[in-house]
């Protein structure tokens, strides 16, 4: 009876994994297998305020954070346009800046965002 009960729960497993990568949502994958860009966005939260308005301060925690997170564009972009971002009031127009204003040279210039584009 116990190789029964532990063949059913490692298939249940299996169906629970199956599920979970059907349940993917959209933007899921820019920042890794193991990762999805809300779960990301919470590590930009030192650049909460530079993201609400241009005339703030960026922070040197909020620069590194972002030239880190910007060596993969499109994560930095999913990023900033995700749920936890938006309900955290970042402002796009905005975000699309703060590489600009953390003078990190080596940005992805151009790269499109949604309908945004990084200066």
Known sequence: MAVPMKSLCFVMFLVLLGVAGFNRVDGAGECGRSTT???EAFKLAPCASAAQDTTSPVSSQCCAQVKKMGQN????????????AKSSGVQPENAITIPKRCNIANRPVGYKCGAYTLP
Do not use: E, G, I, R
């Open 37 to 39: 860009p809300d779960m």
């Open 73 to 84: 564009p499109p994560c930095l972009c999913a990023v900033m346009l995700s749920n936890t």
